[in-house]
């Protein structure tokens, strides 16, 4: 297998086009793991340090943007993304352990649609844009289901938008936490405005993906969530919890969103 730390992202497609085995390296927090255990083997790894495209939290008048190089350390850190939307830095703070949130990404969290990963469903709440070396997509037509994606085997994600909201918005995100790992064993985002509710929901087993039952239950003034259920049977059975239950967390934790963000400790 060879290794190739790329310095141009022309080199980059190009090396993607001549080899369908090849993969991009980001920091090898999942992938490395899959190739351990024997579940990718790829015949090149096409490291993405070096390309400054990837990299740099940028505030801009309407939008944030992030490269998909930057570390969740990075995006907990950065001052810029405290000031733009709080939940943010909070998702990337809450991100496995030290190494992980040094060495793992965000374009690599997003590219790999983990079922369990926090920022799939932080960029489906905040209406999230990717930006990829072939198109811009909104989060919501990007994620196609467990471990899937829109992206092409030769196509690289370069940056996330986020937008500002143009009226006043609060989001904040919940995660019940898979103790040894602190992957989600159910996750709630929620970006409420006076445009409407945005929920988004990880850990359930299928993907990322919105709830608009209860976004309209929040929206049309059932803050309780009286007489609604996320779907047992759109949720997965697994060693760690039933569908049963972790539907039930999706509720739970959308009603501690809302809480939340409506008595001021939620985050602007
Ligand atoms: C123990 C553990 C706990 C974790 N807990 C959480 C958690 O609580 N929440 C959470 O959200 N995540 C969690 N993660 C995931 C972690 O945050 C990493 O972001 C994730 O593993 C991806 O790793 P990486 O960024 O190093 O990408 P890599 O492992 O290098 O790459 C992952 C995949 O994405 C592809 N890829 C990478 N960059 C790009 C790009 N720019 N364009 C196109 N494709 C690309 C690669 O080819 C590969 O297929 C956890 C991981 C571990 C190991």
Same mark, same amino acid.
């Given at each position: 297998?060879?290794?190739?730390?790329? !310095?141009?992202?022309?080199?980059?497609?190009?090396?993607?086009?001549?080899?369908?085995?090849?993969?991009?390296?980001?920091?090898?927090?999942?992938?490395?793991?899959?190739?351990?255990?024997?579940?990718?083997?790829?015949?090149? *790894?096409?490291?993405?340090?070096?390309? +400054?495209?990837?990299?740099?939290? /940028?505030?801009?008048? &309407?939008?944030?943007?992030?490269?998909?190089?930057?570390?969740?350390?990075?995006?907990?850190?950065?001052? &810029?993304?405290?000031?733009?939307? +709080?939940?943010?830095?909070?998702?990337?703070?809450?991100?496995?352990?030290?190494?992980?949130?040094?060495?793992?990404?965000?374009?690599?969290?997003?590219? !790999?649609?983990?079922?369990?990963?926090?920022?799939?469903?932080? *960029?489906?709440?905040?209406?999230?844009?990717?930006?990829?070396?072939?198109?811009?997509?909104?989060?919501?037509?990007?994620?196609?289901?467990?471990?899937?994606?829109?992206?092409?085997?030769?196509?690289?994600?370069?940056?996330?938008?986020?937008?500002?909201?143009?009226?006043?918005?609060?989001?904040?995100?919940?995660?019940?936490?898979?103790?040894?790992?602190?992957?989600?064993?159910?996750? /709630?985002?929620?970006?409420?405005?006076?445009?409407? /509710?945005?929920?988004?929901?990880?850990?359930?087993?299928?993907?990322?993906?919105?709830? +608009?039952?209860?976004?309209?239950?929040?929206?049309?003034? !059932?803050?309780?969530?009286?007489?609604? =259920?996320? =779907?047992?049977?759109?949720?997965?059975?697994?060693?760690?919890?039933?569908?049963?239950?972790?539907?039930?967390?999706?509720? /739970?934790?959308?009603?501690?969103?809302?809480?939340?963000?409506?008595?001021?400790?939620?985050?602007?």
């Amino acid at each position: 297998m060879n290794y190739l730390r790329a !310095n141009a992202l022309e080199q980059v497609a190009q090396l993607l086009r001549a080899d369908p085995e090849a993969r991009l390296l980001a920091g090898g927090q999942s992938l490395l793991a899959a190739m351990r255990l024997g579940l990718a083997a790829p015949s090149q *790894l096409i490291d993405l340090q070096a390309l +400054p495209e990837l990299h740099g939290i /940028v505030l801009q008048p &309407n939008s944030l943007s992030i490269g998909a190089m930057c570390t969740h350390a990075q995006i907990a850190s950065e001052k &810029n993304v405290a000031a733009f939307m +709080p939940m943010l830095a909070q998702v990337a703070a809450g991100i496995g352990d030290q190494q992980i949130r040094h060495q793992g990404t965000i374009g690599g969290s997003v590219a !790999n649609h983990d079922p369990a990963a926090c920022w799939p469903a932080a *960029l489906l709440a905040a209406n999230a844009t990717l930006h990829t070396s072939q198109q811009s997509i909104s989060a919501d037509d990007f994620f196609t289901g467990m471990f899937g994606t829109i992206l092409q085997s030769d196509e690289i994600l370069l940056r996330i938008e986020f937008p500002a909201f143009a009226l006043p918005a609060q989001a904040h995100y919940e995660k019940f936490e898979q103790l040894a790992s602190r992957f989600a064993l159910t996750g /709630v985002a929620m970006v409420a405005s006076a445009h409407g /509710v945005r929920i988004a929901i990880t850990g359930l087993g299928a993907g990322a993906c919105r709830w +608009p039952e209860g976004e309209q239950a929040f929206e049309t003034g !059932n803050t309780t969530l009286t007489g609604i =259920d996320y =779907d047992a049977t759109q949720a997965y059975d697994d060693l760690h919890a039933s569908a049963r239950y972790r539907a039930h967390l999706v509720k /739970v934790l959308s009603l501690r969103c809302w809480k939340k963000i409506h008595t001021h400790e939620g985050l602007k």
